[in-house]
């Protein structure tokens, strides 16, 4: 609209350049999701992030598959932000989840929630990864060093 | 009316499809659709009675009664982060 | 010592590389705190990060300054961290604090911990920002656009 | 005996310095120490009477009593982060 009446360039934001809420294939780049809630006016940032662990229940683990109901899971996840961006108030929250085959190491969740405060910032964080944990619809299979492997419930 | 399952992880292993489309009699629940899908036998009887289900994408009580061509997921304990 | 004996090579150990508490007057390299506090072990890690904002009180805010009674702060911090470790148990901490002349949008604070579990992870990252703003003998005094500047409290 | 008093902040703005000797005799607390300071006039006076106080590096009442040569350091109200 309008481009005939005047020179517009597209504004460059690091903000709207990463969804809110995002189930992904791809490795997650924790220096963008930090990148994406940071603003002037956000002094406290909070993230979290999970990884993969070597082992689970004392069992040496070789890597992990993360599977899910992708379509139904984006909605949950941007509902799980939703709710917690509506408790925090002023603030910027990016939540990323990865899905597929994993190593370990690898992040499987970053969580960052950034506002004038700190305490509205721990609390969105926390909020979002207990509420992933119960009701994200994500499975995850470890794959053991003998090359067997479970689901985990 | 038909109803469309989707399948993921564990149940997905015991039933041995990503998805299947059963026929059901109008009116049923989400429930009457699981007993039908359990009563085809083999890994699928291995399903629980009353696993946690979605109807198009949103979680849902078993009691729901289902139209035709609704999704049902049954999902299996979520173990995401 | 038995440098005659055989050849040691030192080995590079993110770990000891960074020390857990650290008072500084560069800028705080992010990336490296996590790095610093990752490993197959933890599958959770909670980063805490202080930036310069804006504005304060509704007042536009040049930058900041940042004071401390270094060598007390660098015990306070040491014996902060220390505390947290304790009660975390199995995990790692690193947190660093920044004094000197900063600008908007600069870190402050970076406060890492990674743990096997979630919870000891935010209660660590946590506990170590709420004891730092109690009593690590820091100060910081606000620029403002008009030239003046302000000792907070 | 000699102490040595560590300003910072606004209380080093008041003062004028950021470190200053003073001789204040045997048996002295540090609120001894911190009223001859004020003492001083000027700047010092406008110190509070009870600051918080280190003895060299670590935090201490102001009822402790000093030895020669300690650092005592009055700590304005903390804000990192």
Redesign the interface.
């Known amino acids: 609209m309008n481009s005939h009446c005047c020179h517009r360039w597209p504004v460059v934001d690091l903000q709207s350049a990463m969804q809110p809420a995002l189930i992904t294939r791809e490795a997650i780049d924790t220096a963008a999701v930090l990148a994406a809630v940071s603003a002037p006016a956000h002094g406290a940032v909070a993230l979290f992030l999970g990884t993969v662990r070597e082992q689970n229940d004392g069992r040496p683990v070789s890597g992990m598959r993360y599977d899910s109901y992708e379509a139904m899971a984006s909605d949950v996840l941007a509902e799980i932000v939703a709710e917690a961006a509506a408790t925090m108030g002023e603030g910027e929250i990016v939540a990323v989840h990865r899905i597929g085959e994993l190593s370990i190491g690898d992040v499987s969740v970053a969580i960052a929630a950034a506002s004038p405060h700190r305490a509205p910032a721990f609390d969105a964080a926390r909020y979002i990864i207990e509420e992933i944990k119960l009701r994200l619809p994500v499975w995850k299979q470890e794959h053991y060093n003998d090359g067997s492997q479970r689901w985990l419930a | 009316m038909r109803i469309k399952f ?1 399948l ?3 149940y997905r ?1 015991l039933v041995g499809a990503e998805e299947l489309e059963l026929v059901v009699p109008p009116g049923s629940t989400a429930a009457d659709a699981v007993t039908a899908l359990r009563a085809r036998g083999g890994g699928s009887s291995r399903l629980p009675e009353r696993p946690v289900v ?1 109807i198009n ?3 849902a009580g078993l009691d729901e009664i289902l139209s035709d061509n609704d999704e049902l ?1 049954l ?7």
């Not at chain 2, 999902?75 to 982060?81: H, I, M, R």
């Open positions: 989707l993921f992880a564990l292993d979605a994408r949103i979680y997921a999902l299996p304990p979520v173990a995401g982060g």
